[in-house]
């Protein structure tokens, strides 16, 4: 019975992988900029790693519900309503991930707009 579990979760793993590989990504490039823009890579960074975490408990939920309806006997019943209010709380941790992306996406760099106006304020002159 073991097996199915570990099956499940490698199972449950692979399908979230390239998401999963795109937040690590995300993360990484957060990571490589924080010297040059810190509070816009502390929201990404921040971002990236709620999405990572969403899919790491995500599928710890997905075995743990299999383990409880099967092993233990809980109802099917008590399960769904179980997984309904688990799911909004996934829904909620993705939310807050893509509003704290978002946020750092739109977010004023300080000196961006600095060289572009030195070139517009020269090419005037």
Not at 25 to 50: C, M, Y
Not at 95 to 102: K, P, S, T
């Amino acid at each position: 019975m073991f097996f199915n579990y570990v099956q499940l979760i490698f199972s449950s793993l692979v399908s979230s992988l390239p998401l999963l590989l795109v937040w690590l990504a995300g993360a990484g490039l957060a990571i490589g900029r924080w010297k040059r823009h810190p509070q816009v890579s502390k929201l990404a960074l921040t971002g990236f790693l709620v999405l990572i975490l969403q899919i790491m408990l995500s599928t710890a939920w997905v075995t743990l519900s299999s383990y409880w309806h099967f092993e233990t006997g809980m109802t099917a019943q008590f399960t769904y309503a179980a997984d309904i209010a688990v799911n909004l709380a996934f829904i909620s941790l993705r939310l807050a991930g893509f509003v704290l992306i978002v946020l750092a996406v739109f977010q004023g760099r300080r000196g961006a707009h600095s060289g572009a106006a030195q070139v517009s304020a020269e090419a005037a002159s």
